[in-house]
């Protein structure tokens, strides 16, 4: 039998075929996981948590929590009354309720309530390295990205201008 090179190329496509689901098709079972004192594992979708968690780069790992654990800074998983799930950093914590933040946004969604809690994040995986989430350094980092939080939309904006500039006068030079 002879096969072309496009039949054959197909063949191998389906062999190496990768699917993808939606995250909110995992979560029931990242949940029971969860509720079994078991942790699970997701790759980062969206960009809501950027700069320190980047979609499709990075893997987090989720683990029981308490609401009487959770302190600012914390990345957490929430269930929203909507039923959406959203992974984001605690930004504040009442007696009863908390409100948290993505790191690539400004406004703050609460307030937030125990029985929505689901998980926190207590280890990131990133381009094969582990990251503890109690790590001093992360911590620090968390902490000042907090307060910088009023002034996210301007580092960003600053950081896409310097970047478009070195792109055009560096990456450009080594092309010539």
């Known amino acids: 039998m002879i096969i072309s090179e496009t039949e054959r190329d197909n063949q191998e496509n389906k062999v190496n075929k990768v699917n993808r689901i939606k995250s909110e098709a995992l979560f029931p079972v990242i949940i029971e ?20 968690l980047k979609e499709g780069r990075d893997t987090v790992e989720f683990s029981a929590v308490d609401f009487s654990q959770i302190r600012r800074g914390d990345i957490v998983l929430i269930k929203r009354k909507c039923g959406y799930y959203v992974m984001h950093r605690v930004y504040k914590k009442a007696k009863d309720s908390f409100y948290m933040v993505g790191d690539a946004q400004q406004w703050i969604e609460g307030p937030l309530y125990p029985e929505q809690l689901i998980a926190i994040v207590t280890k990131v995986w990133r ?8 790590n001093v350094i992360w911590k620090l980092l968390s902490h ?17 201008r310097v970047k478009r500039v070195h792109n055009k006068f560096f990456r ?3 092309l010539q």
């Open 144 to 160: 000042i990205w907090l307060i910088l939080r009023r002034f996210r939309y301007l580092i960003f904006g600053v950081y896409a």
């Open 33 to 52: 996981l969860i509720k079994n004192n078991q942790r699970a594992r997701l790759t980062v979708t969206g960009n809501s948590m950027s700069p320190f």
């Open 127 to 134: 381009k094969g390295r582990e990251i503890d989430c109690n």
């Open 172 to 174: 450009g030079a080594y």
